[in-house]
């Protein structure tokens, strides 16, 4: 029986994936995200998956209005060695709609994770992630599940709060108090 031998794996920083997304060597047809150094394949969108992210982003379009920048699939760098692509971030506008600069973790208001096949990998992967990287509020909706997990509160070891929001339980993000919606909003 073979010995499974440990190979060394060579590790990418965010400023090379992003000129390999510069360069044209990594597309949007590749469907992948720099997670610790590692470029991974992301899982393919879903139908109710697709819903749920473009009902978010119809959500905050319509209520947050021009005070905000809604950004679906795009990407927040995590330096050193990450580069999520988030279902859905609400911005702080800026006039160059981020031409000039990739978003920073202090523009995110709120990021949000669609989970269909995806939970596991959500919570235990990119949710840490995005905490190390001080993003004050991150939800993920359990699609299959049917309810909304806020993660606020970001620290080193995590975050400190997680809240859980099932169906007819109305809820907000803390940055928009006067933001109120249900599970079913998102879901259907």
């Known amino acids: 029986m073979p010995t499974e031998i440990e190979l060394a794996r060579r590790l990418w920083t965010v400023a090379e994936y992003q000129r390999m997304v510069e360069t044209g060597i990594l597309t949007r047809e590749d469907h992948v995200e720099l997670i610790h150094g590692e470029i991974i394949q ?58 000039e600069t990739w978003v920073r973790d202090e523009d995110v208001l709120l990021l949000v994770e669609v989970a269909e096949t995806s939970l596991r990998y959500d919570r235990l992967v990119k949710i840490p992630l995005y905490a190390a990287a001080t993003i004050r509020e991150a939800w993920i909706v359990d699609v299959e599940g049917g309810c909304v997990e806020a993660y606020r509160e970001p620290g080193p070891e995590g975050y400190r709060r997680t809240l859980r929001f099932e169906r007819g339980t109305m809820f907000g993000p803390e940055a928009f108090p006067d933001l109120v919606l249900s599970v079913s909003d998102i879901l259907g």
């Open 42 to 99: 992301m899982t393919p969108i879903g139908r109710r998956h697709f819903a749920a992210v473009a009902a978010l982003h119809a959500i905050f379009v319509e209520r947050l209005g021009r005070g905000v920048l809604v950004s679906s699939q795009g990407s927040l760098p995590v330096p050193p060695d990450s580069m999520p692509e988030p279902d859905v971030m609400v911005l702080k506008p800026r006039a160059d709609f981020y031409r």
